[in-house]
Each structure stands twice: as structure tokens, then as C-alpha cells.
């Protein structure tokens, strides 16, 4: 996709204030600190649409993000940070699944894991939660540049079992500082989008 426009449009905490759009929505999840900024920001290729926070388990609402005005991607709370109170973290995760469970626009998942790692419990039961929702799920393994390209398949595997996933799911290997995935990713919205 060539993007010629991306914008945030608002922050939003419960469902009234979710904006009045028709536009599809991709809903980014992931742990605090796998880099959902950063995605956002390589995704549409602005350098600070999204805020990185110093410090993981920052975002604590839905971020909107208008992308030419044809999609819309959502920065979901991350989940699993250890440093958040108990309470704070239920709250969090009140905020995603009722997002997940209303939203009629919602066209999939992107689901965000290190590369670098086997994926957490939190990682685990978030793809089973979206499986079990029917929602198209997009895996994206963030942080590739930290290993090389000769253990991106490994990895991919690794996380594809874990994970349990379909063949159908891709597991793309992404890194916002060198680059990679951006294209692939695109590719894979679109073709949900034109699955429709």
C-alpha cells in the first residue's frame, strides 16, 4: 500500500467513544513491550504517529489510526506487563475484549510477538481468544533485525506451534528499523480486505 495519508483520529476507552466510522479496522495486540508504536509508525511510515513510551505498559487506551482514508488501524492496550498492579491489568483487559467482542467494523487481529522468543501464556491465550472470536488473525514477529535472517524460519515455526496456528496464518517476520515485513504485512490486510 502506498500511503498517502495516516492520522490519529482519537483515543477511546469504552464503546461511546469509539469513532462513528465505516472504515475496516486491523486491531494490533501484543505484549507492552513488543513494539506496537513502532509497527504503527513503520506501517504508515511517519516516524512518530504513535507515541513509543520509555517505559512498556504505557498505553492504557485504544489508539485510532486512519491509513488513506481506506483502513483504520487500532493500538489495543498491551497486555502482560509484570510491574502493573493486578486491578489495572484486569482493567486493561476489560477495555480489549469488550473492544473485540462490539466492534462490527472489525475486519482481524494482528497479533505482535518478539521474534526473538517463544510467545508468553498472555501471547497464547490471546490467539485462542481471537480463533475462538472467528476474527481473521495477521501474526507479525516484531524485532527481527536482533537475530538473522538464516532463524527467521525456526523462529516462525516456533511460534506458529505455540501458538497453534492454522497453516493458513502467516507468521511474518517485521522490524521497524530495517524494515522488514512492511510490505508483506500490507499484503496480507489487503487480501483480507478483498476477501470481504
Known sequence: MIIKKAEFVTTAVTPDQYPESILPEFAMAG????????????????????????????TRVINFFNVNDEVMLVDLPGYGYAKV????KERWGKIIETYLNTRNVLKGIIMLVDIRH???????????YVKATGKSLIVVATKADKISRAHYKKQADTI?????????????????????????????????LNRE
Open 31 to 58: 505484549r507492552s513491550n513488543v513494539g506496537k508504536s513502532s509497527f504503527i509508525n513503520a506501517m504508515t511510515n511517519r516516524r512518530s504517529l504513535a507515541k513509543v513510551g520509555a517505559t512498556p505498559g504505557k
Open 85 to 88: 498492579a493486578k486491578q489495572e
Open 118 to 128: 517463544e510467545p508468553t501464556g498472555d501471547d497464547v491465550t490471546m490467539a485462542e
Open 160 to 192: 506458529r506451534k505455540f501458538l497453534n496456528l492454522d497453516e493458513r496464518i502467516n507468521v511474518i517476520p517485521f522490524s521497524s528499523e530495517k524494515k522488514i515485513g512492511i510490505d508483506e504485512t500490507w499484503t496480507a490486510i489487503e487480501s483480507l
